[in-house]
């Protein structure tokens, strides 16, 4: 499957599952917590999803909400070492797990998931 057909299979509500699930856990993760703004997980997680559904073939709203997303720019203010990154793609692998996506979006998802995540890395371990 290619990247832009997985909004098609899996719509707005399939990546509102995801991104719910992910920040679902966030909160109470000793390394991820304390890093995302308590009082806007919810402005979080919507930037989260805009993003993935432009990303995946879905309506640019993040694009036009917040400009070209220059992800490794926007995460320097976070101290994304290994252990943040391995923390981030766990909590993710579960909320892929918990929100029952198929498997083709599943694994397109998961892949870039994981190579992006490496790429965010901007502190020694
Ligand atoms: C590697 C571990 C990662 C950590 C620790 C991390 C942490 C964060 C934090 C703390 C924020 C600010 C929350 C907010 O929007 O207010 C954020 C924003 C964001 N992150 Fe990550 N992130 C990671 C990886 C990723 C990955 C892999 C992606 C892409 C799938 C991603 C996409 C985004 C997006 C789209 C935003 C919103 C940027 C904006 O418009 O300001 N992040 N991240």
Redesign the pocket.
């Known amino acids: 499957m290619r990247d832009e057909q997985v909004y098609d299979a899996i719509g707005d509500a399939g990546f509102t599952r995801l991104v719910r699930a992910f920040y679902a856990q966030v909160p109470a993760d000793p390394?991820?917590g304390p890093?995302?703004?308590p009082d806007?997980l919810g402005?979080?997680e919507q930037?989260?999803r805009?993003?993935?559904i432009g990303?995946f073939g879905g309506p640019p709203r993040?694009i036009e909400q917040?400009g070209h997303?220059r992800?490794r720019m926007?995460?320097a203010?976070?101290a994304?070492n290994e252990a943040?990154?391995n923390?981030?793609?766990m909590l993710?692998d579960r909320a892929l797990a918990e929100a029952r996506l198929p498997e083709d979006s599943h694994a397109v998802l998961r892949e870039?998931?994981h190579s992006?995540?490496?790429?965010?890395?901007n502190r020694p371990a």
């Open positions: 390394i991820l890093m995302y703004p806007d402005g979080a930037r989260l805009d993003f993935l990303r993040y917040r997303p992800l926007r995460h203010p976070f994304i943040a990154r923390r981030w793609v993710m870039f998931f992006t995540a490496t790429f965010m890395i």
